[in-house]
């Protein structure tokens, strides 16, 4: 499967964003999906999880309450909705998939196997 983050930007604290993740090759359906951030200097961090299964989405402690990730399978799409924007969510965001048919999400990297190129968010003060 190829994945690719879009929607990234230069907002203002406070604001808004949504970043989706549009796949091909296989049906996202079947797999779990996660959201990583990396911010320069520091390593990648775990934003938040989706399970194939549909049984749970699970967030980073910096990423509750603030950040809600979704599906939609007709379009193939994961989205990651940021709201209340921080200059400390300042990162270039990845979204990844873990291999076909697994159902448990992880906050680990190297639980998933399928990377798309990230998309750059910056949020001013």
């Known amino acids: 499967v190829q994945l690719q983050a879009f929607g990234g930007g230069y907002v203002q604290a406070g604001s808004s964003l949504r970043l989706s993740c549009p796949a091909s090759?296989?049906?996202?359906?079947?797999?779990?999906m996660g959201w990583f951030r990396q911010a320069p200097g520091k390593v990648r961090e775990f934003v938040g999880a989706?399970?194939?299964?549909?049984?749970?989405?699970v967030y980073g402690d910096s990423a509750k309450g603030r950040f809600t990730i979704s599906r939609d399978d007709a379009k193939n799409t994961v989205t990651l909705q940021m709201n209340s924007l921080k200059p400390e969510d300042t990162a270039v965001y990845y979204c990844?998939?873990?291999?076909?048919?697994?159902?448990?999400?992880?906050?680990?990297?190297?639980?998933?196997?399928?990377w798309g190129q990230g998309t750059q968010v910056t949020v001013s003060s």
């Open positions: 989706t399970s194939s299964s549909l049984s749970n989405n």
């Open positions: 990844a998939a873990r291999p076909f048919g697994v159902t448990v999400v992880s906050r680990s990297t190297s639980a998933y196997k399928y």
């Open positions: 090759g296989r049906a996202l359906s079947r797999f779990t």
